[in-house]
């Protein structure tokens, strides 16, 4: 099992960040996908899900700016970042869970490496 995450990088606010996790070894079409990421000092924060069926959810903070999209046949979430602001800056990670507790860390049982998102102001 292995989940890649990639597209982070260094942007400045205001800018817009694409970032995509690539899964194998799952039944993808059984899984939702999350992100999570985590701020130096932080904990860590769940960011937005997508279900198996498509319904997604996302953290208050990034409504309207964030988009996460699955692709069954690619067996591929996606992570579209839009006016990116300083504290966006983290390290992002996805994450796979059969579970219907969407919300709790603990359920995810697959997690990709994450890739490093740095907003400057």
């Known amino acids: 099992v292995q989940l890649q995450a990639s597209g982070g990088g260094l942007v400045q606010a205001g800018e817009s960040l694409r970032l995509s996790c690539e899964t194998s070894?799952?039944?993808?079409?059984?899984?939702?996908i999350a992100w999570y990421r985590q701020a130096p000092g932080n904990p860590r924060e769940l960011v937005a899900v997508?279900?198996?069926?498509?319904?997604?959810n996302y953290a208050d903070s990034v409504k309207g700016r964030f988009t996460i999209s699955r692709d069954g046949a690619k067996s591929t979430s996606n992570l579209q970042m839009s006016s990116l602001k300083p504290e966006d800056t983290a390290v992002y990670s996805c994450?796979?869970?059969?579970?219907?507790?969407?919300?709790?860390?603990?359920?995810?049982?697959?997690w990709g490496q994450g890739t490093l998102v740095t907003v400057s102001s």
């Open positions: 070894g799952i039944d993808f079409v059984a899984h939702a």
């Open positions: 994450a796979a869970t059969k579970s219907v507790a969407l919300r709790n860390p603990e359920n995810y049982l697959y």
């Open positions: 997508i279900t198996n069926l498509g319904t997604t």
